[in-house]
C-alpha cells in the first residue's frame, strides 16, 4: 500500500487527470491528462546517506524532525535533483552531522517497497571527531557497535545498514555491495 496523494490535476495544464492505462502499450494505470494526453507517471523517491566511521565508531544523528523525532539515525534524506547519488549522499551528510569526511564506495541499496522508496548508503571515513549539525539533527555523536541504541533507531533501513556494516566489519572485507527488498 503506497502512501503518497494521488494526482489530481495535469501538471501542463491543470485539467483534473483520469486513471487508466495510457493507450501507448503501457500496461499500468496511470494518471493521464484527458485534454493534453500527458501521461504522469510516479516513480519511487531515492534516499541517499553514508554509515560515516572514525575508527571503530560509527557516526549517528538524532533527529530533530518528523518522522521518528528524538530517534536515531545515519546521515541521509532525499536526493535531490541535479546532483548523483554520492553527492546527495555527501551533502545530507554535511547538513544533517557537518562532518569531516571523505566519501568511500557504495554500501547498500534498499527498496523499500511500501512508501515508494529506494535507500543508497555509502561507507565514508570521518576525518575528525568534531561535528557541527544542522537544524535536522538535536545532535551528533559516534557510537561503538555495544553503544548503539538499537531500540531507539528511527528507521528500519538504518539498522540494516548497520547490521551489515558491522557483519563485514568483522568479516574484515567491504567486497560488496548488499541489496535488500523490505517490503
Avoid at 24 to 48: I, M, S
Avoid at 129 to 135: A, M
Wanted: contains cysteine; aromatic residues 8%.
Amino acid at each position: 500500500m503506497l502512501l503518497r496523494v494521488p494526482i489530481k490535476h495535469c501538471k501542463n495544464c491543470g485539467t483534473a487527470v483520469v486513471y487508466r492505462i495510457p493507450d501507448d502499450g503501457d500496461t499500468r494505470e496511470r494518471a493521464v491528462c484527458p485534454a493534453c494526453h500527458t501521461v504522469h507517471y510516479e516513480n519511487p523517491l531515492n534516499v541517499v546517506g553514508t554509515i560515516p566511521v572514525l575508527g571503530e565508531r560509527v557516526l549517528l544523528c538524532k533527529r530533530n524532525i518528523e518522522p521518528r523525532w528524538g530517534k536515531w539515525t545515519l546521515p541521509a534524506g532525499f536526493m535531490e535533483l541535479n546532483e548523483t547519488t554520492a553527492q546527495g549522499a555527501a551533502r545530507e551528510t554535511d547538513e544533517e552531522a557537518g562532518a569531516e569526511y571523505e566519501m568511500e564506495g557504495l554500501f547498500a541499496v534498499m527498496s523499500v517497497v511500501r512508501v515508494g522508496q529506494v535507500h543508497l548508503f555509502y561507507r565514508a571515513r570521518l576525518l575528525s571527531d568534531r561535528f557541527d549539525p544542522g537544524h535536522e539533527t538535536i545532535e551528533a555523536r559516534l557510537f561503538t557497535e555495544e553503544e548503539i541504541p538499537w531500540d531507539e533507531i528511527a528507521f528500519r533501513t538504518v539498522r540494516e545498514a548497520l547490521t551489515r556494516y558491522f557483519e563485514d566489519r568483522r568479516r574484515g572485507s567491504f567486497d560488496r555491495v548488499h541489496t535488500l527488498d523490505i517490503v
